[in-house]
Each structure stands twice: as C-alpha cells, then as structure tokens.
C-alpha cells in the first residue's frame, strides 16, 4: 500500500479540527459551527454513513423514477432513472449503468433504486441491441449520461460534472472503455467486466473492479486482475473478488456489490471522505471477499 501526502482538503480538515480544539482549550465555549463541515464539501450528501446504512436495501433518500423510451434516446437504447424525490439538497452526482452481453435494463435494475436512496441520480440503460460489444456499451453510457445532462427533464437535478459509469460483463467492459474515452468521468465500477482488451494504463478515472471468484464466463485470471494490474499504480484504484459468486451475481440483490459501490462512488464523485471508512484500511477476507486490492490512502 502506498503512503502518499496529506490531500489540501485532508489538511483543511485537520486545520480545522486544530483551530476547533484551541477554541475549547482557550475557554471560548464554542465548537464548529452547524453545516461547516457541509460548507468545506457541499457534495456532503444524508447523515453520517453507518455499515447498516450502507448495507441497507434503501438509503435515507425516498425515490422517484422516470422512463426514457428508446424512440426519445440518441445513441443508446432508452432506460429508467431513478432519482431522490427531494430538490431541498441540490443536484446530485450521476451514474449511468450498462447490463451484459443479452441483458436488458432489467438485469440490473435493482441497483437502480439502491444507489440513488444514497444521493445518486442513476441511469439504468438498454443497449441498441443485446448483442453489442464493450465498446459499443461504452459510447451508449457516456451518450445516456449525455442525455441525462443535456436534454432530459431531470437534467436540472444532475451535477454535469460529477458522472460515473457502471455496467455487468460486457457493460463492465464497456464501462472501462467509457472511461477511457471520457477521463473527466469521476469513478468506473466494472462488474464482472469482460473485454478483449486486457490493458488499461490510459485510464484516469477512479476504478473499483468487481470480480468473482466462481466466474466462468470472464474468470478473474484473464479479465478482473489484469484490467486492475494494468490501471497505473498512482491511479484511485481497487479489486474487489466476491467469494462463492458466478458471473451473474451482479444480476441480482448483492449486498457486497451495493456496500463498495456506494462507498466508491460516494468517495469520488461526491468527493465525500467520510466513507473512506469502508475502503481504507482495505477490507480483509470474509465470508462474502475473497480478496481486496487497493491503494490507500485515497488521494483523489
């Protein structure tokens, strides 16, 4: 693991929390003022996250969702967003989400509502056609995100400039190749990914890879571990193998999958350290990780 210098916001932090105890120290009776930490970070999204919160089915946000016919989309093949119902908090950041290799929308609908009860708008696609390969995928994520931003009526929710991608199997492929494309995205989280190309040093956005060990279809030996081996190693970067999981277990509810994705996608496109928690020190082994790989601390 690498031990990298403190970040300007890791040391405003600290200044601040300096300034706050010589003020208790010195008498003065007061301690930070309500919503400064908000004001450091106006990303800051909900409550203060919990393991509960973020293992939990539905987060602190109550949720709305709109469907995108595929006779309205340009470049992709529709979907359904799901957003926060409030406008009190601002715009939030945005993800959009590609299924696999003859997968429709369907496949992965259930991250839909999972991420944005945590302070996402989230963009569930379907593909032009089932069969279309990674590359293909990752056009129509970055032209769903395009959408979002640019002409749907939920536009005016979206922060344009804190965007991530997702996708399961040759999503997750197409996911790393919509990174490539747009290095401005804030954070990749490739699901059971499957691409031919193996390498990827050109990629800048922070990428947590989701493999699993039981996967037959794109085994972690020639798709998840060489795609993390190949991102730079001053790249935010992580590996995630899910223990006694197939390639299919981004089809369905996964707690593990839901935990480490809002986590990552909190970190980087909310910038919101308080769930560097859950990614730093790297989690160990358990009944649900086979294996974790990061670098830490973050820096982004």
């Known amino acids: 693991m690498h031990t990298l210098p403190p970040t300007r916001h890791r040391i405003r932090r600290s200044l601040g929390a300096a300034l706050a105890s010589f003020a208790v120290v010195a008498g003065l009776g007061f301690g930070p003022a309500p919503g400064a930490h908000a004001a450091d970070n106006p990303y800051e999204r909900g409550p203060a996250p919990t393991n509960a919160s973020i293992e939990a089915v539905r987060g602190h946000y109550a949720v709305s969702q ?65 069969v279309d390969q990674p590359d293909s995928r990752g056009r129509q994520l970055l032209a769903a995100l395009d959408h979002l931003t640019r002409v749907s009526p939920l536009r005016t929710r979206v922060d344009s400039t804190r965007l991530g991608v997702m996708g399961h199997s040759m999503g997750g492929g197409g996911s790393l190749e919509a990174a490539k494309s747009r290095p401005s995205l804030r954070a990749a989280v490739p699901l059971t990914p499957w691409n031919l190309d193996k390498t990827w040093p050109e990629l800048r956005t922070p990428t947590l890879i989701v493999g699993a060990d039981g996967d037959s279809i794109a085994p972690v030996s020639s798709h998840s571990e060489p795609f993390y081996e190949s991102l730079p190693s001053s790249l935010d970067r992580a590996y995630l193998e899910l223990n006694g999981a197939s390639h299919f277990a981004p089809n369905s509810s996964n707690t593990t999958i839901a935990k480490y994705s809002v986590s990552w996608l909190k970190r980087f496109i909310d910038d919101d350290t308080r769930y560097e928690q859950f990614l730093c020190p790297l989690p160990r082994p358990s009944l649900t990780i086979e294996e974790y790989r990061g670098n830490c601390p973050h820096t982004s």
């Open 66 to 130: 709109s469907t995108v016919s595929s006779l309205s989309a340009t470049g992709f093949g529709g979907g359904t967003i799901y957003y926060p119902t409030t406008t009190a908090d601002g715009t939030f950041g945005a993800v959009a989400i590609s299924p696999g290799y003859t997968g429709t929308q369907s496949s992965i609908a259930w991250l839909g509502p999972r991420l944005a009860s945590q302070g996402f708008v989230v963009f569930t696609i379907d593909t032009l056609t089932t």
